[in-house]
């Protein structure tokens, strides 16, 4: 009997040796199931969410770039630089304290790395650029509300390439917001600029390069890319130029179709007007210092007035941005070269530029948002692509 209680006392203490000694396994490993919702979409993550001691936690990467935000690494200092419109958020691994704009914040819980992956506590990083966050046990989801908690007035002008971008952002905001206006108006990349500047707008729009003077100014945002596609009529029967046919073309050194492959017609070439970001990069990167468009050619105020004319004249050559073209304009290649966002990506395509929007100082609270939203994956994916331009993600 006594050697009995003592192979069970003996047993019992190995058991509670064992519990000793066998590795803590973490929340994390116990929660794959969570799901990271953000503004009614799911977020698929390659590590995924987990609570730990009633702390949510998200991968880093994948929630900020769903939120239009830019996400940077220091191997060095083992800190996430997190970079939204708005904020600059700063996480540092194996801590709980993190800077909003510079200002230090703590946690209730230290920012993680799992399996090469940054996970924050989502309230810390939603809280700190005016998101919602919530947590449903029920459901085991964690929900936060940014692009669809949004309220105010936003005006914005500039840019008729940006314009199809801005106004499809605009419809699909208000359709999400109640108490949400967005007023979209053109007028050109110069109008943008001019009316940010001098405070008659919220958001300014350009598809010109940002001076550095207007950069002293103005803060500024990459919110697409494109290329300006040299448009010729669908019956025009030439189909490519080289670098020098089109700045003789577009300066006036040729004048007739049968100079470049073509019918015995004239040209005739058309422009924007002065102040438009189209023109400038027609100007900086195909015409060059020196040249400028032909006296002789018919201006327009926008990007589809330009395309109409365009379409309209057998004989008529102009530009616009990749984004408005459609089958009433034909694309001719440039030195050999179509313009398309593989070749935009690629560098290939010579006339190839940033669109861009911006606000007078660091953009705060809605005006912030919509440049974040702007920016986001889902805008990039549902509306900049589908606009025909090229995602910035």
């Not at 000694?21 to 199931?33: E, K, L, T």
């Not at 007028?187 to 010109?208: A, E, L, R, V």
């Not at 596609?229 to 669908?234: D, L, M, R, S, T």
């Not at 705060?364 to 920016?375: K, P, Q, W």
């Amino acid at each position: 009997m006594k050697s009995i209680k003592k192979l069970l006392t003996m047993m019992l203490a190995i058991v509670v040796l064992a519990a000793l000694v066998v590795p803590f396994v973490p929340v994390s490993a116990a929660s794959s199931n969570i799901k990271l919702v953000i503004d009614g979409t799911e977020v698929k993550t390659t590590v995924p969410p987990f609570v730990e001691n009633g702390t949510t936690f998200v991968p880093l990467r994948a929630a900020t770039e769903f939120l239009g935000a830019d996400v940077s690494w220091n191997q060095t200092t083992r800190q996430a630089t997190v970079k939204t419109a708005g904020f600059v958020v700063i996480f540092t691994i194996g801590s709980r304290d993190f800077t909003v704009n510079g200002v230090k914040k703590t946690s209730v819980q230290a920012t993680q790395l799992v399996n090469g992956s940054t996970m924050i506590p989502i309230r810390a990083l939603a809280e700190s650029i005016g998101a919602e966050v919530s947590y449903d046990h029920s459901t085991v989801t964690a929900t936060v509300k940014y692009f669809t908690n949004m309220k105010g007035n936003i005006v914005v002008t500039g840019s008729t390439t940006v314009q199809p971008i801005m106004q499809a952002a605009a419809d699909y905001l208000i359709g999400k917001n109640t108490g949400l206006s967005i007023s979209v108006a053109g007028g050109g990349s110069g109008t943008g600029k001019n009316d940010t500047k001098n405070g008659t707008n919220n958001i300014g729009m350009s598809s010109s390069a940002m001076s550095a003077d207007d950069m002293r100014t103005l803060d500024a945002f990459i919110v697409a890319k494109d290329a300006v596609a040299i448009i010729v009529h669908p019956n025009n029967p030439v189909k490519g130029l080289t670098k020098e046919q089109a700045i003789d073309i577009f300066t006036g050194k040729i004048k007739n179709w049968n100079e470049v492959g073509g019918n015995n017609a004239p040209i005739l070439v058309q422009t924007r007007e002065a102040g438009s970001g189209t023109l400038d990069t027609i100007q900086s990167l195909l015409l060059g210092s020196g040249n400028s468009i032909v006296g002789t050619a018919t201006a327009h105020s926008s990007s589809g007035l330009l395309l109409n004319a365009v379409a309209n004249n057998a004989n008529a050559i102009g530009y616009d941005s990749i984004g408005y073209l459609n089958n009433t304009v034909k694309a001719v290649t440039l030195a050999g070269i179509m313009p398309s966002a593989a070749t935009v990506k690629n560098g290939a395509y010579s006339i190839s530029r940033d669109l861009w929007v911006f606000t007078k100082g660091r953009p705060t609270g809605v005006y912030a948002m919509l440049i974040d939203f702007l920016r986001s994956d889902y805008c990039q994916t549902k509306i900049t692509v589908p606009e025909g331009y090229v995602s910035i993600r």
